[in-house]
């Protein structure tokens, strides 16, 4: 995997790792802004529609209560069937039924169980007393409830089967002494109170009342309205369980309940789930009415969390910009140099130069390696050529130490050969003549035999020694094999070959500087053959030539020169 791919990889993991925690702490963030928000619009919330709610109610109940009071309705309780009596209270009702909101009152008397009733049309004028309140009828239980529990004030909603209406009763106990006579009161229309004060007006906001023991009285959906929850067992209620899915919901707000009973005029929070969806749940106690007031937030319509996703966005296409810049920084400064290297490199390993410019485009470290190759691709290349050189210096040794004779240092019968072929070669063009001289030590055998081989030795460096003394500067000699010696003469013509033939004769034969073991002088003579090359002549014809002259030396007595003459024939020297 290239370098580059590798750090694309990297980049997108890099990239994939830190958005999550990103992505979580934005949303924690936010969450916890939302949260905080919706905590304060609760509180606000819930003390406002406390006041919007309890106006319209307290006012009822402070004219219930002076109903309650009044001094009429009190001594008509004491003596229920009594006309007169009956007949003030009900003035005294009617009055009442102007002020009250809704034009409508109702009173029950415990004496003769008698209920009175009359409402904004005056429907029932004249026809007041309604029906007689039966304990033993269900319908009528809430009424023997209220008085049994003796709360002075409480406010229910109901349906009265008998009147066919439904509505939020406000109940004010009539008290004569500490004796419970009565009860008196008036009944708010359900669907306007409910329209005014729990209707859901801000999107996303509602608001419920329920009593101290959980049951709903005031709820938009009317269905979930516990109905009568004072004749009621505690399983029977419609309760806010209704409401939370969840019990740990649940029990946060009968816990808020509870602490909010001892912390009065106090909102708590809670957060909970309805519907599946997140809301904020916020609680206030009217002791007034005795009721709790329940304001739920739903945080999604209200502050939706997608509004935070334009920081997420943001986030990601500066977090994408960085990387791309740094993708772009770390191409130019890292990858596109240790490309370079790279080429650079596989030039130096094909035998190429690279450029003088290479290390001059980087710097810091890449510039620093860049240099330091270039440094070493340089002794590299010296070292190369320094090698190059020492091996052309030793093949040509070799080549030379291939082509001499170890002990005379001339020529060998290799190194002449080569040297005759291309004499005869230019002669052949250059009209240049060429002659051969074919040495051989006479007796050289009983030499070593009566001598030694390396007295030998000396008589055959000794005899090259003055071979070469002898010869022109433009002639060559060589050691031919063993006790033979080859000399090669340019320009050379028979009196050429024959006068240097005859000096090397005689000053071998004259030679006093070979010694034998004793100290006494070898004798040395060497017999010569000659022979001048003909036009066109090749080698093997030559030396044929000139080793039968040399033959023909030898025959004649040896110590002596013969020349081959051009017809073959040989001819003295
Ligand atoms: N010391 C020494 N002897 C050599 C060397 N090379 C050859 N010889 C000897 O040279 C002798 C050559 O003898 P021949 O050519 O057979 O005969 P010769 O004794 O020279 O007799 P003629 O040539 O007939 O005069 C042999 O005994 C070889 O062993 C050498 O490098 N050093």
Not at 299 to 307: A, S
Not at 538 to 562: I, M, Q
Request: aromatic letters at 8%; proline letters at 3%.
């Amino acid at each position: 995997m290239s370098l580059r791919l590798r750090f694309h990889l990297l980049t997108l993991f890099f990239f994939v790792i830190s958005a999550v925690p990103v992505w979580l702490s934005v949303r924690t963030l936010a969450e916890g802004i939302v949260e905080q928000w919706a905590v304060r619009y609760a509180e606000k919330q819930v003390l406002y529609d406390k006041e919007r709610t309890l106006q319209p109610i307290l006012r009822e109940v402070a004219l219930a209560r002076q109903l309650a009071n009044s001094q009429y309705i009190r001594e008509w309780s004491r003596q229920p069937d009594e006309a007169g009596a009956t007949r003030h209270a009900v003035a005294e009702m009617e009055s009442f039924r102007q002020s009250f909101q809704d034009h409508n009152y109702f009173v029950g008397l415990k004496g003769n169980g008698r209920y009175y009733f009359n409402n904004a049309q005056n429907e029932f004028a004249g026809r007041e007393y309604r029906y007689t309140l039966n304990p033993k009828q269900p319908k009528d239980a809430w009424f023997y409830d209220l008085i049994r529990q003796g709360r002075d004030i409480h406010i229910n909603v109901n349906p009265d089967p008998e009147l066919g209406i439904t509505k939020l009763w406000i109940d004010v106990l009539i008290r004569d002494g500490s004796e419970i006579v009565g009860i008196a009161g008036t009944g708010l229309d359900l669907g306007s109170f409910i329209g005014n004060v729990v209707e859901e007006k801000v999107p996303g906001v509602t608001s419920l009342f329920i009593d101290r023991a959980g049951a709903i009285q005031l709820h938009r959906n009317q269905a979930l309205i516990d109905y009568g929850s004072v004749s009621k067992r505690p399983g029977e209620r419609n309760t806010i369980d209704l409401l939370f899915e969840d019990s740990a919901d649940r029990k946060a707000i009968y816990a808020a309940m509870k602490l909010l009973e001892v912390q009065n005029g106090k909102v708590v929070t809670e957060l909970v789930n309805m519907g599946g969806k997140r809301h904020l749940a916020g609680l206030v106690y009217l002791p007034e009415i005795d009721w709790y007031e329940i304001t739920l937030l739903d945080l999604d319509v209200l502050l939706p969390f997608g509004q935070f996703s334009g920081i997420i966005l943001l986030y990601a296409l500066s977090l994408l910009g960085i990387l791309v810049l740094f993708n772009m920084t770390l191409s130019r400064l890292v990858l596109q140099p240790l490309g370079k290297l790279d080429a650079a490199m596989a030039l130096v390993e094909t035998g190429g130069q690279v450029p003088a410019s290479l290390d001059q485009q980087a710097s810091g470290e890449i510039g620093s390696l860049m240099r330091r190759f270039m440094q070493m691709a340089r002794t590299v290349t010296e070292a190369r050529h320094d090698l190059e050189g020492k091996v052309q210096e030793r093949t040509q040794a070799l080549d030379r130490l291939s082509k001499t004779d170890s002990l005379t240092e001339l020529l060998n019968r290799r190194g002449m050969s080569e040297r005759l072929e291309a004499e005869l070669v230019r002669m052949a063009r250059e009209a240049w003549p060429v002659g051969i001289l074919w040495l051989d030590v006479d007796h050289f055998k009983q030499i070593n035999d009566q001598t030694g081989h390396a007295t030998g030795d000396l008589a055959l460096k000794a005899i090259a020694g003055i071979i070469e003394a002898e010869l022109r500067r433009y002639d060559v000699v060589s050691r031919w094999g063993g006790d033979e010696f080859l000399v090669m003469l340019q320009p050379a013509g028979a009196e050429v070959l024959a006068a240097l033939g005859e000096r090397i004769r005689s000053e071998v034969a004259s030679c006093r500087t070979v010694l034998d073991p004793a100290g006494a002088i070898v004798p040395l003579s060497v017999s010569i053959g000659g022979a001048l090359a003909r036009p066109g002549e090749d080698l093997d014809s030559l030396l044929h030539r000139g080793d039968t002259a040399l033959y023909a030396a030898k025959a004649a007595g040896r110590n002596v020169v013969r020349l081959a003459a051009p017809a073959d024939e040989l001819t003295p020297a």
